[in-house]
């Protein structure tokens, strides 16, 4: 029997970190950033010579650098968190759906590792015994 529950939309999450997160995914992926940080890398260097290749020029691109990596790195997380549990959620219902499929292995990501190593070891013994029933467990 299949569950037609419709899912819950959340296309208007108002929360702002998850909208200003997946905003700076889409803009970041653009050709348009990789050519702004060109853009201000050449204006930078430019702007070298009437700094006097001083220390307060160095100290712009490093700020800028490091301030623009540290937001990105939770920018990334973020939304690789996020796609990460949806496609945890699409596997489990397809483990859910499928009458063969071990219903153990739903959620297996948020089991302990004790579990987990369990699993891991059931499957290499699987692959053994498939190996040696079609004849490559002698290579």
């Not at 973020?78 to 499928?98: F, G, M, S, Y």
Request: charged letters at 25%; proline letters at 5%; one cysteine or more.
């Amino acid at each position: 029997m299949v569950d037609d529950t419709p899912l819950p939309q959340s296309e208007n999450d108002s929360r702002p970190f998850p909208h200003f997160s997946r905003w700076c995914e889409q803009q970041a992926s653009r050709p348009g950033a990789s050519i702004a940080a060109l853009i201000f890398i050449g204006l930078w260097l430019v702007a070298g010579p009437f700094y006097g290749w001083s220390s307060d020029w160095q100290l712009i691109i490093n700020t800028t650098s490091s301030v623009i990596t540290l937001v990105m790195v939770f920018m990334i997380q973020n939304t690789q968190r996020r796609d990460t549990q949806a496609i945890q959620l699409k596997l489990d219902e397809l483990i859910r759906v499928d009458g063969e499929a071990r219903n153990e292995l739903i959620s297996l990501e948020a089991k302990p590792e004790t579990a987990v190593a369990e699993i891991r070891s059931a499957f290499e013994e699987l692959r053994e015994t498939v190996e040696e029933e079609s004849g490559r467990g002698g290579r």
